[in-house]
C-alpha cells in the first residue's frame, strides 16, 4: 500500500479514450495524442461493438503512440474464438512494441442469453485465461471444459513477450479469482477508498493462497473525475455516468454491498425503464436527456464517494488517495485527456 510522503509519477495514471457513446472513434488520434504529451502511463479503450471495438481501436492507438500502455478495459471472452483473442493479443502486442494487455469482464447473463451465447463462469474465465497463455506459449491446446470444446488449436507464431490478462471485477468470490488467475484487477467506478482497499486485500489473500506473489497482481481502482469543469459538464461527466450504472440491478447491488450503502437508496432508480435505453435506437443526446433526468434521484453520498470533482488539486489528491488505499495504477473515467483541465490535474498530482 502506498504510504503517505511517497511521490507520484504521472505513468501511474491512465484515462478512458471515447467514453460512452461516440459517433466518430477518429476522436481517438487527439485524446492519444493528449494522453501522451501530459505524460499517461496507460490508454484505456472500453468496448462497443457498433463503433469501439476493442481489436481496431487499440489497433489503431498501438500505431499513433509511442510509450503509453495500452489495454481493453473490457472486452469479453466468449465473443471471440481463443485463437482469434491469441491472434488479438499477439497482434497488437507486435504493433505495440509489447505495450499492451487483454482486459476481460463478466457483463450480465442476460445479455449472453439475448445472444445465443453461454454465459461466462468464474471456472470458464479462469480456463480462457489459462488456454491463451498456453497458446502464446506455443502449446497444442486440447481441451474440453467451461470454456467450450476445442479439439486441436495452436498459433504458428507467437508473441515475443504475452501479454498480460486483467480481469473487471466487483464481488468477493470474482475479486479471488483474478488474485489466483490473472495480471492485474480492474475495479468498477465509484468505489469508495474502503471499498478498494478491501478489494485489494481479497484479491492478494488469494493470489498468496494459490502461491503467486500478490504484487504481481496489479490493482487498477477506477475514479471518474472532474477536475475544474463547469456544473454542466461535471454534471454530465459524473451523474448521469453514474446514473447509466445504477440504473442496472446487477450492478447497482455489488457496488452498494462493496461500499457498505443502502441499495433501498435507489429503488425508485432501479424501477424507471432505462435498463435497454443505451442499446435501443435513439440519439446521443436522447439517450443522455434520459439519463440526465435519472441522475438526479441518485443520493448525493452515492455520487460523492466515488469520484471527484472540483480543483485541479482537490482532484489530484482525490486520485492520491486511491493510490494510498492500494491501486496500483489510476483509471481516470469521464474526462478526456484532451481536455485543458487534464494537464492541470496531473501537473498538481505530481507536484
Request: proline share 6%; hydrophobic share 45%; aromatic share 8%.
Amino acid at each position: 500500500m502506498t504510504e503517505l510522503g511517497t511521490s507520484f509519477r504521472a505513468d501511474e495514471l491512465g484515462a478512458y479514450i471515447l467514453p460512452g457513446k461516440v459517433t466518430d472513434p477518429r476522436a481517438l488520434l487527439t485524446q492519444t495524442a493528449a494522453a501522451e504529451q501530459i505524460g499517461l502511463g496507460t490508454i484505456w479503450a472500453a468496448e462497443r461493438w457498433e463503433n469501439k471495438e476493442s481489436a481496431a481501436i487499440c489497433g489503431a492507438v498501438s500505431v499513433v503512440t509511442q510509450k503509453a500502455r495500452i489495454v481493453t478495459g473490457v472486452t469479453h471472452f466468449i465473443t471471440r474464438h481463443p485463437l482469434v483473442l491469441a491472434g488479438v493479443g499477439g497482434t497488437i502486442q507486435g504493433l505495440s512494441g509489447g505495450r499492451f494487455a487483454l482486459g476481460f469482464g463478466r457483463s450480465w447473463g442476460q445479455r449472453w442469453v439475448d445472444m445465443g451465447l453461454k454465459q461466462q463462469t468464474l471456472a470458464a474465465m479462469a480456463d480462457y485465461a489459462m488456454i491463451l497463455r498456453r497458446l502464446w506459449a506455443g502449446e497444442t491446446v486440447s481441451y474440453e471444459g467451461p470454456a467450450g470444446h476445442y479439439p486441436r488449436i495452436q498459433m504458428a507464431d507467437i508473441p515475443i513477450t504475452p501479454p498480460p490478462i486483467y480481469l473487471a471485477a466487483i464481488g468477493p468470490k470474482t475479486l479471488a479469482m483474478a488474485g489466483q488467475h490473472f495480471d492485474g484487477v480492474v475495479l468498477h467506478p465509484f468505489l469508495t477508498t474502503a471499498a478498494v482497499s478491501r478489494s485489494r486485500d481479497i484479491v492478494h489473500e488469494a493470489a498468496v493462497k494459490s502461491g503467486r506473489n500478490p504484487s504481481d497482481v496489479k490493482i487498477f481502482p477506477t475514479l471518474v473525475v472532474a477536475p475544474d469543469l463547469s456544473d454542466d459538464e461535471a454534471h454530465k461527466v459524473i451523474n448521469v455516468r453514474a446514473a447509466t450504472y445504477f440504473v442496472h440491478r446487477w450492478l447497482a447491488e455489488p457496488v452498494a454491498t462493496a461500499n457498505g450503502w443502502d441499495l433501498a437508496d435507489i429503488e425508485h432508480l432501479l424501477a424507471l425503464p432505462l435498463q435497454n435505453a443505451e442499446i435501443a435506437k435513439h440519439s446521443a443526446d436522447e439517450v443522455r436527456a434520459m439519463f440526465d433526468k435519472a441522475s438526479k434521484v441518485l443520493p448525493r453520498h452515492w455520487i460523492e464517494g466515488g469520484s471527484a470533482r472540483g480543483s485541479p488539486q482537490f482532484c489530484a489528491e482525490r486520485l492520491r488517495d486511491y493510490r494510498r488505499a492500494g491501486g496500483d495504477e489510476i483509471l481516470m473515467h469521464g474526462t478526456t485527456p484532451d481536455h485543458p483541465q487534464m494537464a492541470k490535474l496531473i501537473d498538481a498530482y505530481v507536484a
